[in-house]
């Protein structure tokens, strides 16, 4: 944990709205070399969600989709996104030589689980 003494008031400013992360890690190499002093605070952008991510769909985006699509993507108690995404992927493949329509809507569902990536 940071205390008000172990860094410089140029150090706080810089480090005001960085995440605890942050602070922690700051904190181990000025303990680590004493007098050291932070010169810069750099952010990078957010990595894009890993590719097995997976969410709920927003109300603005469910009311975007087919109903019965919609239906399919809404969250479920007992499941994460992601499991439930597993489970219509599962359905999808193994419908599709006879249903081929509501194969089609259980992948519409899966892309409706799965964030866009979104540039910052």
């Known amino acids: 944990m940071l205390t008000a003494t ?15 992360d942050m602070r922690a890690a700051v904190e181990s ?37 087919p109903a019965g699509v919609a239906d399919l993507a809404r969250q479920r108690d007992g499941w994460t996104p992601a499991t439930w995404r597993g489970r219509l992927l599962y359905l999808a493949d193994a419908c599709a030589a006879l249903h081929p329509d ?3 809507e259980l992948r519409q569902a899966v892309g409706a689980l799965t964030p866009a990536k979104r540039s910052r």
């Open 29 to 65: 190499i000025k303990r680590m070399f004493p007098g050291a002093e932070l010169v810069s605070v750099q952010r990078t952008a957010p990595e894009p969600p890993p590719a097995d991510a997976a969410a709920w769909p927003t109300a603005d985006d469910a009311g975007t989709l």
């Open 6 to 20: 172990s860094y410089t008031a140029d150090e706080a400013c810089m480090l005001a709205d960085a995440p605890a």
């Open 102 to 104: 509501r194969a089609a």
